[in-house]
C-alpha cells in the first residue's frame, strides 16, 4: 500500500483491524493491496449520505455501500426515529416499515437494517420479499410506522445499491429532516456503536415482524380505486386495449398485473424475459424507462401482438415510461414530460365531466419539468405549484395541503418519468401511473383516438412544447471536483444571450430561491420563454442540463430546441 497516501492506508488499516467487520469483508481488501487507484476509490471519503439517503457501489470500503456502511447509517437514523418519536409523545413503540427491490445484496441489507432498529427498541416492519418503492411510502402511512427503509438503487448499473429513508408521513426526507439524520449517522464513530441483534432475538422479542398478503391487497385496492372513469371500464372498455408490459427485472411484475387485471384490462402481455427478478438485469444495458434500448424487447413483442401502449418500470418501480404508436404505426417513446401532460389533461377532463373537480385543486411539479402540464392544468382552473427537484418536495406539498385545507392535490410529477395521483403515499408511484395511462387509452380508444392523436391535439391547442436532458457523467474524486467547477464558471461568467436569444432571468437556487431550500441549481430563462437548467445530480456522479422550449409548430420547437442544445453543451465539454 506504499503508492497511497497514509490517510488513506490508515483507513484500510482500521477495516482490517476492526473485531467487528467479517473475514470475507477483510479478504477482499486485502485483495487489494496491488490496486492503489481502487483503495483511495473505496476510502476517500464516507460514502455520503445525502438528503435522498445512501447510493453507491457495492463493495468493502467506506465508500462503498456494504452492510457496516448500511448498518451505521441505521444506527443514525435509530436515534432520529426514537427523538421523533419520543417528541410526538405517541403511544407505543416506534416501528418502522421496509422494503427491498431485486438488486444485489438488496436482501441482506434489508434485514442488516431491520436488525438494527430491533437492537435500538424499534419495530421494523419487514416484506419478506421485493417490493415497490411506492407501496413503502403507502405501507408507512397506512401502518403509522414511525418511518420508513426502501433499499433500492432505482435504476442504477447493477453494480449499484442505496438505502433511503422516510419520515412518519411517507415521504422522503426533506433537508431539514436530513440534516438531523447525518449528524446523528456523523456521531457513529465506529462500527462497535451499532447496536444490533440476531434474527432470531429479533424474532422472539416481537421487534421483528414479517410483512406479506394483507398489505399486498390493501396497497392495490388502493392504487385501483384511483380510477377516474370506472364506469367505462365497468363497461369493457379495457379489454379492447392490447397492453405490452415490462417489469425491467423489478418489482413491479405483480403489483402492475394485478391492478390492471382487477380493473378489468384484460389483453396484458408480459416481456417473458425480463418478468423475473434479475440483479443484473441482463437484457438492458440499464433498467431506465427513460432510455429507448430498455423498450426494444417490448416493442418487438408489441409488434407481434398489436399492442395500443407499451410501459415499463424501472426495478423499484417508482418510475414509469409509455411508448405509443404514431401516426405512422411506429412505437414512439413518450418523454417524462408528454406522459405527464397527457395525465394532467386525462385526469382533469374526467373529474371535470363527473363533476368530481374540486374547487382548490391543486397540480404539483418540479422547476424542470415542462410547463405544458401547468398550462392545461390551469385550462381547467387549477392551481399550478413549483418545487425543487426531488418527489420529497411534492410529498411536503402534499402535507402542507393536508394540514391547511387550502387545496386539493390531484396530481404531481416530474419530467424524469415520477407520477403520483390520490393521497396513499407520498413518493412517486408506477403502479398508478401505469394504471392511468392504461386508462387514458382505453377511454381514447373508445373516441378513436391514440395517446400520440392526444398529444398533438394537446401541442395544438395548447403550444408546441418540447424539452431535452443532456447528461455528462464525472466518476471519482476529479468528477466531484469537475461538476463544481462547471457551476461556478456558469455563476461567475453567465452568458447574456444563448442561441441568439437574451438572457430575461437567471434563477441561482443555492440562494433559497422562493422559500425553497438552498440546493445547487441554475436555471437561465430567455425572453422567448425557452429555459435550460443545469443541476449535478443528487444520486449520481453527473452534471444534468435540461432544455424546453415552445413554438408554434413542431419543426419550430424542434429547431429551437437543437440550436439551444448545442450551444449550451458545447461550453460545458469545453
Not at 65 to 88: E, M, P, W
Not at 359 to 368: C, D, F, P, Q, S
Not at 449 to 461: A, P
Request: include cysteine.
Amino acid at each position: 500500500m506504499s503508492e497511497i497516501n497514509q490517510t488513506i492506508q490508515d483507513k484500510v488499516q482500521a477495516w482490517l483491524q476492526d473485531a467487528s467487520i467479517d473475514e470475507e469483508t477483510k479478504q477482499e481488501l486485502r485483495s487489494l493491496d496491488s490496486s492503489p487507484a481502487e483503495l483511495e476509490d473505496r476510502f476517500y471519503r464516507d460514502l455520503e449520505f445525502g438528503t435522498g439517503g445512501l447510493r453507491g457501489v457495492i463493495g468493502a470500503g467506506s465508500n462503498r455501500i456494504n452492510r457496516y456502511t448500511v448498518g451505521k447509517a441505521t444506527q443514525g437514523f435509530a436515534q432520529y426515529i426514537l427523538d421523533v418519536h419520543s417528541k410526538s409523545q405517541a403511544e407505543g413503540q416506534p416501528s418502522v416499515v421496509i422494503a427491498h427491490d431485486s438488486r444485489h445484496f438488496s436482501p441482506e441489507f434489508a434485514l442488516e437494517a431491520a436488525l438494527v432498529l430491533a437492537g435500538n427498541g424499534i419495530t421494523a416492519k419487514l416484506f419478506r420479499s421485493l417490493r415497490p418503492t411506492p407501496q413503502l411510502s403507502f405501507s408507512v402511512r397506512s401502518l403509522k410506522a414511525t418511518g420508513g427503509i426502501v433499499i433500492t438503487a432505482s435504476h442504477n448499473p447493477p453494480e449499484y445499491n442505496g438505502y433511503k429513508v422516510y419520515n412518519a408521513s411517507g415521504g422522503q426526507l426533506v433537508p431539514h429532516e436530513a440534516e438531523e439524520v447525518i449528524d446523528l449517522i456523523q456521531q457513529v464513530s465506529s462500527f462497535a456503536q451499532v447496536k444490533r441483534l440476531t434474527q432470531e432475538e429479533a424474532e422472539a422479542k416481537g421487534l421483528l415482524v414479517w410483512l406479506g398478503d394483507a398489505e399486498d391487497e390493501a396497497f392495490v385496492d388502493t392504487v385501483a380505486a384511483t380510477s377516474v372513469n370506472p364506469e367505462m371500464l365497468a363497461s369493457g372498455a379495457g379489454k379492447d386495449v392490447v397492453i405490452v408490459y415490462t417489469p425491467l427485472h423489478g418489482t413491479g411484475n405483480i403489483p402492475v398485473r394485478r391492478v390492471l387485471d382487477k380493473l378489468g384490462f384484460t389483453q396484458v402481455h408480459i416481456v417473458a424475459e425480463q418478468e423475473q427478478p434479475d440483479a443484473e438485469f441482463s437484457t438492458v444495458k440499464s433498467p431506465n424507462p427513460e432510455e429507448r434500448e430498455a423498450f426494444t424487447l417490448a416493442i418487438e413483442l408489441g409488434k407481434k401482438v398489436g399492442a395500443d401502449l407499451l410501459m415499463g418500470t424501472d426495478p423499484d418501480a417508482d418510475r414509469m415510461g409509455a411508448v405509443v404508436k404514431d401516426a405512422d404505426g411506429e412505437y414512439q417513446i413518450l418523454t417524462g414530460n408528454q406522459s405527464g401532460s397527457i395525465l394532467v389533461h386525462y385526469l382533469l377532463s374526467q373529474l371535470e365531466a363527473s363533476g368530481k373537480l374540486p374547487a382548490n385543486g391543486a397540480v404539483v411539479k418540479t422547476i424542470v419539468t415542462s410547463e405544458l402540464g401547468a398550462v392545461i392544468a390551469r385550462h381547467y382552473g387549477v392551481s399550478v405549484f413549483n418545487t425543487l427537484t426531488g418527489f420529497k418536495y411534492i410529498g411536503e406539498m402534499m402535507n402542507q395541503f393536508e394540514q391547511s385545507g387550502d387545496h386539493t392535490f390531484l396530481f404531481g410529477y416530474e419530467e424524469s418519468y415520477g407520477y403520483l395521483a390520490g393521497n396513499y403515499a407520498r413518493d412517486k408511484d408506477a403502479i398508478v401511473a401505469s394504471t392511468l395511462i392504461a386508462e387514458a387509452a382505453a377511454y381514447y380508444k373508445t373516441q378513436g383516438k391514440t395517446l400520440f392523436d392526444v398529444l398533438e391535439e394537446l401541442y395544438q391547442q395548447f403550444g408546441y412544447y418540447r424539452e431535452s436532458l443532456v447528461s455528462r457523467t464525472l466518476k471519482g474524486k476529479d468528477g466531484v471536483a469537475k461538476i463544481q467547477s462547471l457551476m461556478t464558471d456558469w455563476r461567475d461568467h453567465a452568458p447574456q444571450e444563448v442561441a441568439g436569444i437574451k438572457v430575461k432571468e437567471i434563477e441561482d437556487y443555492s440562494k433559497g430561491l422562493y422559500g425553497f431550500p438552498k440546493e445547487n441549481v441554475l436555471k437561465f430563462i430567455l425572453e422567448d420563454g425557452s429555459w435550460f437548467c443545469l443541476r449535478p445530480s443528487g444520486t449520481e456522479p453527473k452534471i444534468k442540463v435540461y432544455f424546453a422550449v415552445q413554438g408554434s409548430s413542431n419543426e419550430e420547437s424542434l429547431s429551437t430546441l437543437g440550436k439551444l442544445q448545442d450551444e449550451v453543451m458545447a461550453r460545458v465539454d469545453a
